[in-house]
C-alpha cells in the first residue's frame, strides 16, 4: 500500500492523535510485547480511542469499524517506507502514554503470577506460625534457665507444668524446624541449579529473592530454639553433623544464588542502556523482553513495573542476612568453641571468657530472635512491593494444597504441647513409645549452662543409656 492511499479519516501528523484510554493503550502494549506484532482488535480500540477529538474538531465523519479493522490489516502487511514509519509513530505515541499515565493498568494487565510455593497466603502463615512458635519457646525456655525465674516456676506447680510442656515438646519443635529449614534449601538448590544449567528455564527475581530470603530465614528459629534448649537437648554429635549439613547447603545455595543473573536488574539496567538510543542497546532489551523463555511476560512484568530502588532494597536484604549469618557462625567456631585451639581462648585461667561462654546461649537466642523476625518483615514488606502492582494472574493471594501441607507442619507441634501439658511428661512421653517400655522421671542433676552443643552431664558419658532400674515397692 503506497503512502497516498491513507484514507483522509487518518492524520500523517502524529501530534493530531490523542490517546486517552489507559485500559486500551495498556492492552495494546502488552498484546503486542507478548506476540511481537500488532493486534488488530486493539489497534482499531486504540484508533478509535486516539482519534475522536481530531474527528470531532475537523467535521470527519467517524468510519465503521469494519473500515478501519480492513484498513488496520493492509496497513500491518505493507512494506512501504512511509507506512512503516507512521506504524512506529502510532505505537511509540501509545508507549508513552501507558509510560507517563497508564503503568498501574498496564502492570496489572501483564499476566504476572508471583511465586505461591514460597509467597503463598498457607506459607506466609507458616512462617509467622513457625515465628510466633520460636518466640512463645523462647521466653519459657529463656525464663526457665534463669535461676531467678526457674524457682518461681519450681513454686508455682502451674507455671511448672507450662515450662516441662515447653521444655519436653521442644524436640518436636527442634526436629520440625529443622526438617523445615533443611526443605527449603534443598528446594532452593533444584531452582538455582535447574535455572543455571537450562538456558530455556526462565527464574524471575521475584522467585530468586524470595527463595534466598526465606531460606536464610528458617534459620534463625532454628538457631533460636536450639540456643534456648541446649542445655536439656541430647545427640549432640548428630545435632552437629545436622548443622554441618545446613552450613553446606547454605553456602552451595547463596554461592548459586549469585550466579544467577538477575532477570529484573539486567533488564532495568538493559532499558537505562536504552535511554541513549542506541540501537545495540534498544535491540538487547527487546531481545530481553521477547525471549522465549519468558512466553508469559514475568520479566517484562518485572523489568516495566517494579521500581528499581525496590529491586536493590530485596538483595540488600538478602545480603545483610547472609553477611550476619556468616559472622555469627565464624564467632562462634572460632571464639566460643576455638576450633582453632588457639592458646589465648582457651578459657582455663580466663574467668571473663568462661562466664561469656557460659552465658552465650542467650546472645544466641537474642541474634536469632531479632534476625527471624527482621528477615520476616522485611521478606512481607517486598512481598507487597511486587504484590500491590500486580493483577488478576498473581497467585500469591491464593491458597493451594502445598502451601496447607506446610502449615501441617506444625500441628504435631501443638499436639504434643498440649498433651504434655494436660496429662504431665511422664504419661505423655510413655505414649510415644511401645507398651515394652516406659518413662520414668531421672534423679535430679545438676546440668551445665554452656553453649550450643554441650547439652548436659553425661552426655558423652558411659552409662548414658543405661536402663533406670524400678524396684518393686518403691
Same mark, same amino acid.
Request: proline share 3%; with cysteine; glycine share 6%.
Given at each position: 500500500?503506497?503512502?497516498?492511499?491513507?484514507?483522509?479519516?487518518?492524520?500523517?501528523?502524529?501530534?493530531?492523535?490523542?490517546?486517552?484510554?489507559?485500559?486500551?493503550?495498556?492492552?495494546?502494549?502488552?498484546?503486542?510485547?507478548?506476540?511481537?506484532?500488532?493486534?488488530?482488535?486493539?489497534?482499531?480500540?486504540?484508533?478509535?480511542?486516539?482519534?475522536?477529538?481530531?474527528?470531532?474538531?475537523?467535521?470527519?465523519?467517524?468510519?465503521?469499524?469494519?473500515?478501519?479493522?480492513?484498513?488496520?490489516?493492509?496497513?500491518?502487511?505493507?512494506?512501504?517506507?512511509?507506512?512503516?514509519?507512521?506504524?512506529?509513530?502510532?505505537?511509540?505515541?501509545?508507549?508513552?502514554?501507558?509510560?507517563?499515565?497508564?503503568?498501574?493498568?498496564?502492570?496489572?494487565?501483564?499476566?504476572?503470577?508471583?511465586?505461591?510455593?514460597?509467597?503463598?497466603?498457607?506459607?506466609?502463615?507458616?512462617?509467622?506460625?513457625?515465628?510466633?512458635?520460636?518466640?512463645?519457646?523462647?521466653?519459657?525456655?529463656?525464663?526457665?534457665?534463669?535461676?531467678?525465674?526457674?524457682?518461681?516456676?519450681?513454686?508455682?506447680?502451674?507455671?511448672?507444668?507450662?515450662?516441662?510442656?515447653?521444655?519436653?515438646?521442644?524436640?518436636?519443635?527442634?526436629?520440625?524446624?529443622?526438617?523445615?529449614?533443611?526443605?527449603?534449601?534443598?528446594?532452593?538448590?533444584?531452582?538455582?541449579?535447574?535455572?543455571?544449567?537450562?538456558?530455556?528455564?526462565?527464574?524471575?527475581?521475584?522467585?530468586?529473592?524470595?527463595?534466598?530470603?526465606?531460606?536464610?530465614?528458617?534459620?534463625?528459629?532454628?538457631?533460636?530454639?536450639?540456643?534456648?534448649?541446649?542445655?536439656?537437648?541430647?545427640?549432640?554429635?548428630?545435632?552437629?553433623?545436622?548443622?554441618?549439613?545446613?552450613?553446606?547447603?547454605?553456602?552451595?545455595?547463596?554461592?548459586?544464588?549469585?550466579?544467577?543473573?538477575?532477570?529484573?536488574?539486567?533488564?532495568?539496567?538493559?532499558?537505562?542502556?536504552?535511554?541513549?538510543?542506541?540501537? *545495540?542497546?534498544?535491540?538487547?532489551?527487546?531481545?530481553?523482553?521477547?525471549?522465549?523463555?519468558? *512466553?508469559?511476560?514475568?520479566?517484562?512484568?518485572?523489568?516495566?513495573?517494579?521500581?528499581?530502588?525496590?529491586?536493590?532494597?530485596?538483595?540488600?536484604?538478602?545480603?545483610?542476612?547472609?553477611?550476619?549469618?556468616?559472622?555469627?557462625?565464624?564467632?562462634?567456631?572460632?571464639?566460643?568453641?576455638?576450633?582453632?585451639?588457639?592458646?589465648?581462648?582457651?578459657?582455663?585461667?580466663?574467668?571473663?571468657?568462661?562466664?561469656?561462654?557460659?552465658?552465650?546461649?542467650?546472645?544466641?537466642?537474642?541474634?536469632?530472635?531479632?534476625?527471624?523476625?527482621?528477615?520476616?518483615?522485611?521478606?512481607?514488606?517486598?512481598?507487597?512491593?511486587?504484590?500491590?502492582?500486580?493483577?488478576?494472574?498473581? *497467585?500469591?493471594?491464593?491458597?493451594?494444597?502445598?502451601?496447607?501441607?506446610?502449615?501441617?507442619?506444625?500441628?504435631?507441634?501443638?499436639?504434643?504441647?498440649?498433651?504434655?501439658?494436660?496429662?504431665?511428661?511422664?504419661?505423655?512421653?510413655?505414649?510415644?513409645?511401645?507398651?515394652?517400655?516406659?518413662?520414668?522421671?531421672?534423679?535430679?542433676?545438676?546440668?551445665?549452662?554452656?553453649?550450643?552443643?554441650?547439652?548436659?552431664?553425661?552426655?558423652?558419658?558411659?552409662?548414658?543409656?543405661?536402663?533406670?532400674?524400678?524396684?518393686?515397692?518403691?
Amino acid at each position: 500500500m503506497a503512502a497516498n492511499t491513507i484514507p483522509p479519516w487518518l492524520p500523517v501528523d502524529i501530534s493530531q492523535f490523542a490517546f486517552t484510554n489507559c485500559t486500551l493503550a495498556s492492552k495494546f502494549i502488552a498484546q503486542a510485547q507478548s506476540t511481537n506484532d500488532a493486534p488488530i482488535q486493539q489497534t482499531v480500540e486504540v484508533l478509535y480511542n486516539g482519534l475522536g477529538v481530531y474527528w470531532s474538531a475537523n467535521n470527519i465523519s467517524t468510519p465503521s469499524p469494519g473500515q478501519v479493522a480492513a484498513f488496520v490489516v493492509d496497513f500491518l502487511q505493507s512494506s512501504n517506507p512511509a507506512d512503516q514509519t507512521l506504524i512506529s509513530n502510532i505505537a511509540a505515541a501509545v508507549q508513552r502514554l501507558v509510560g507517563l499515565k497508564c503503568m498501574e493498568d498496564y502492570c496489572k494487565i501483564l499476566p504476572w503470577q508471583g511465586n505461591a510455593d514460597l509467597s503463598g497466603r498457607g506459607m506466609l502463615v507458616s512462617y509467622f506460625v513457625q515465628a510466633g512458635l520460636a518466640t512463645f519457646y523462647m521466653i519459657i525456655l529463656g525464663l526457665g534457665r534463669l535461676n531467678k525465674s526457674s524457682r518461681f516456676f519450681k513454686k508455682s506447680p502451674k507455671y511448672e507444668r507450662v515450662l516441662v510442656a515447653v521444655q519436653e515438646s521442644t524436640k518436636s519443635f527442634l526436629d520440625a524446624a529443622v526438617l523445615f529449614s533443611l526443605v527449603m534449601l534443598i528446594a532452593s538448590l533444584y531452582v538455582f541449579a535447574r535455572a543455571l544449567s537450562d538456558q530455556n528455564v526462565i527464574i524471575t527475581t521475584y522467585i530468586q529473592f524470595s527463595s534466598a530470603l526465606i531460606s536464610l530465614f528458617t534459620i534463625f528459629p532454628t538457631v533460636l530454639i536450639h540456643a534456648c534448649a541446649s542445655n536439656h537437648l541430647r545427640r549432640g554429635r548428630f545435632r552437629q553433623g545436622v548443622w554441618a549439613f545446613v552450613g553446606c547447603l547454605t553456602v552451595t545455595v547463596m554461592a548459586l544464588f549469585f550466579n544467577i543473573r538477575s532477570s529484573a536488574l539486567y533488564g532495568i539496567q538493559a532499558r537505562n542502556d536504552s535511554v541513549s538510543s542506541d540501537s *545495540k542497546a534498544i535491540e538487547n532489551l527487546n531481545n530481553f523482553l521477547t525471549k522465549a523463555a519468558d *512466553k508469559e511476560s514475568q520479566n517484562a512484568w518485572e523489568v516495566n513495573c517494579v521500581e528499581q530502588n525496590v529491586v536493590v532494597g530485596f538483595f540488600t536484604v538478602i545480603i545483610v542476612a547472609l553477611a550476619l549469618i556468616a559472622i555469627f557462625t565464624v564467632f562462634y567456631l572460632l571464639i566460643v568453641k576455638n576450633i582453632l585451639r588457639i592458646p589465648f581462648l582457651r578459657s582455663k585461667g580466663r574467668p571473663r571468657l568462661k562466664k561469656f561462654r557460659k552465658n552465650w546461649w542467650w546472645v544466641s537466642a537474642i541474634f536469632a530472635f531479632g534476625g527471624m523476625w527482621a528477615t520476616l518483615i522485611m521478606f512481607v514488606y517486598y512481598r507487597s512491593a511486587f504484590n500491590r502492582l500486580a493483577g488478576t494472574t498473581n *497467585k500469591d493471594d491464593e491458597w493451594s494444597f502445598g502451601q496447607i501441607l506446610a502449615l501441617a507442619t506444625w500441628v504435631p507441634v501443638f499436639v504434643e504441647l498440649l498433651f504434655i501439658g494436660k496429662k504431665g511428661a511422664v504419661v505423655a512421653l510413655t505414649g510415644q513409645l511401645s507398651d515394652k517400655y516406659q518413662v520414668v522421671l531421672a534423679p535430679e542433676i545438676i546440668r551445665r549452662d554452656t553453649d550450643m552443643t554441650v547439652l548436659s552431664v553425661g552426655d558423652s558419658e558411659k552409662g548414658k543409656y543405661e536402663p533406670v532400674v524400678v524396684e518393686p515397692g518403691k
